[in-house]
């Protein structure tokens, strides 16, 4: 069983910034790859970031490319999601998981997860 808390949410104005924490309760070099995403009500969970731990090859959406950034503190089992230019359609809970098996490339979908933290929320407004 891996545990993940994350933290580092809260309300914050168009164009600020923000920092996501993830800490696990395991080394982070024991997983293959740490992934954030985000849900908002009625819709699916979509991947934002991911990152394989042996390599450091990183997935982004998208929609937060040149704006997050994923980056891993393996002294402090923690993960970051650094979040930039933030708008309001990046309100959501965002949630940190973890891949313990290997599989191909950088995982991004949910279902390719296997333990969850409970997610923080994110609200961009004025």
């Known amino acids: 069983q891996v545990y993940l808390t994350e933290s580092g949410g809260g309300l914050v104005h168009p164009e600020g910034s923000l920092r996501l924490s993830c800490a696990a309760s395991a080394r982070i070099d024991d997983f293959y790859a740490v992934g954030w995403f985000r849900q908002v009500p009625g819709k699916e969970r979509e991947g934002v970031s991911g990152i394989r731990i042996s390599d450091g090859n990183t997935y982004y959406a998208d929609f937060v490319k040149g704006r997050f950034t994923v980056s891993v503190d393996f002294a402090k089992k923690t993960v970051y999601l650094q979040m930039n230019s933030l708008k309001p359609e990046d309100t959501a809970v965002y949630y940190c998981?973890?891949?313990?098996?290997?599989?191909?490339?950088?995982?991004?979908?949910?279902?390719?997860?296997?333990?969850w933290g409970q997610g923080v929320q994110v609200t961009v407004g004025s």
């Open positions: 998981a973890v891949v313990i098996g290997p599989r191909r490339g950088v995982p991004h979908t949910p279902g390719e997860y296997d333990y």
